[in-house]
């Protein structure tokens, strides 16, 4: 079952703390807030102006993001838990 | 008796969880905060600028959707329950 | 006497729920927050934005319409009771 | 002794309710937070837009007109009790 | 020495209510919230858009003002208590 | 060394009040909130609007301003204590 | 393994005070709210207008920094502490 993101948001899979390689990012248990690694599920067809204008986002799926603890909504799809956000709530792309 | 929603608003019918088949996305009853799933029942013309563009919604009667729990306003139309929303209250189509 | 609604106010005559004739939209008491339903009696001649262009309203006198209960601000007009709103306080048009 | 408002700014004299004919707008004593009647004394320019584009008022000296009851700001000119408000103010024109 | 008020802002003096001639202006002191009279000193070269388009001031030096009482930032010139202000907070022009 | 200020903020030197002659502008130490004197070090390349375009500050090193006593961040530069602001936190210039 | 800040966002490695040479920028320890230095380590490809314009940042890898104390998101990348912030965070180029 698909599920495609409303304009400029995005659906990402949260990459667990303990699933990733040595020198890679690692974020201690002991900082809680700090940022969390995912991956790109899907993206929306882009950013639409007031005037109808619609820019198509920066980040694609398969891509590997770091963004904020308590960014976007949850949401079970397929029995999967997954994150809705807002491209601007992604900080960067890791690798 | 019809219900046309003005600017970018749309009208949404809630699917309730137990209606769903298996496979779907099932929102348990524990989380009471996230998304609910929904069908969109009419939509407005559109968005509008500050300077009168209208901009078509990106959504149309029939579309499967995911919302946010608090998203809306309730009415009742012809004995039915139903939701008005914006689009951009909508966090994405299903399926 | 008339009253002419500026820019993109419109006057509307609330319809009581009693009023109402079967099928159509039911407002039950015990939901006081729900939207009432009302008749456009006048309205502006538009949205005007900073610069000066003005956007004729999509709603015309005779409308019948849903629009928040809080909505607008209440006055009394050649002895009745009449609410002065803005447009984008309408939720949708109805029939 | 004259007193030209800036920009979208009006200068309008209160209507006392009871000066007010019969079939006219009564706002009842009950009711003080209710829309009061004023008459436009003089504008401003206009609306001056970020870009410098002024755009002239859609109210002129003489209008009748209905405003919030908290609307503008209090003044006496040559010993009369007067009140600048913005036009955005000003609900609509009465008659 | 002289003070060049920057972008949108004026340089104002303030015009104490026992100097105002008779038939003018009367700001009574029960009245403490109430609109001050004044007089321009001074105006910035305008205001500036996102753009950098500049326009000019609708005051000049020399004009009577009238401005909120709590309008502006107090400072002392040359030994004489002025007001620097923005063109927005100035009501209207007297005489 | 030396020191860039981004974008529209400029580099300020504070002039205490007793450094200043007689006739200038004399602040009491009574009256803490007032604006203080300063010097322009530095100034950035211009404001920078959503599209791109950068508009050059209206002062430059060297000018003697006025600025509200709560603006900018201290720093310390080659161990002297300076202030950086915004173009829009002077309020205007002395001389 | 690489980090590329999404839109105008910058990757920044913090500078501790005790390794600035004699004659640097010197924040004492008794101010702890005053700018820290650091250095850009990467750089995103720019800000985004509402209508899709990208406007390079104006700072770029290897640029020293000042920046409030408080800005951005700390994350650890390949064991190193780096901040995430937006240029707008950045008060300016130091050297």
């Known amino acids: 079952m698909g599920f495609r993101p409303l304009h400029d948001r995005v659906l990402v899979r949260r990459i667990e703390a303990d699933e990733?390689?040595?020198g890679g990012i690692?974020?201690?248990d002991t900082a809680k807030e700090k940022p969390q690694e995912g991956?790109?599920?899907?993206?929306?067809?882009?950013?639409?102006?007031?005037?109808g204008k619609v820019?198509?986002?920066?980040?694609?799926a398969g891509d590997k993001i770091l963004f904020?603890?308590?960014?976007?909504?949850?949401?079970?799809?397929?029995?999967?838990?997954l994150i809705i956000m807002k491209e601007s709530d992604i900080l960067g792309i890791v690798g």
Chains 1, 2, 3, 4, 5, 6, 7 share one sequence.
């Open 39 to 51: 991956e790109i599920v899907a993206v929306g067809t882009g950013a639409r102006s007031d005037e």
């Open 20 to 22: 990733k390689t040595t």
């Open 68 to 81: 904020g603890k308590w960014s976007g909504t949850e949401v079970k799809i397929d029995g999967e838990d």
């Open 55 to 60: 820019t198509p986002l920066d980040v694609k």
């Open 26 to 28: 690692i974020i201690p």
